[in-house]
């Protein structure tokens, strides 16, 4: 059985860094060929991907985001974290992880839905 588990600290000062860690466990994450992400949900406001990191260790970023976003992994522990810097309060949400399946087209293979989300935590950016 697969499952995900986000921790991390629930409250952030502005301009600080958000680090959050996701540990799997049913399924290593070095596993052909899944992606696993960090979304998002700011509060009233919808789902937004943040970035991935797939089964090799490529990272893929939000562009929005990029400047201040880093995905890295420990395989051994089979745990990927994400690192958010200089936050202010626009970035307040509830942080999921997730495994996305993917969809093998011209070679490679691409992200196509979340089969797995861990349940969420809330982190608030506030001094």
């Known amino acids: 059985q697969v499952r995900l588990q986000e921790s991390g600290p629930g409250l952030v000062k502005p301009s600080q860094a958000l680090s959050l860690t996701c540990t799997v466990s049913?399924?290593?994450?070095?596993?052909?060929?899944?992606?696993w992400s960090w979304i998002r949900q700011p509060p009233g406001k919808g789902l937004e991907w943040i970035g991935s990191?797939?089964?090799?260790?490529?990272?893929y970023y939000r562009p929005s985001l990029k400047s201040r976003t880093s995905i890295s992994r420990d395989t051994y522990k089979d745990q990927f974290t994400l690192q958010l810097s200089s936050v202010t309060p626009e970035d307040t949400a509830v942080y999921y992880c997730?495994?996305?399946?993917?969809?093998?087209?011209?070679?490679?293979?691409?992200?196509?839905?979340?089969?797995?989300w861990g349940q969420g935590t809330q982190v608030t950016v506030s001094s």
């Open positions: 990191i797939d089964y090799s260790g490529t990272t």
């Open positions: 997730a495994r996305a399946q993917t969809t093998y087209y011209a070679g490679n293979y691409y992200p196509n839905w979340y089969d797995y």
């Open positions: 049913g399924v290593s994450i070095t596993t052909n060929y899944y992606y």
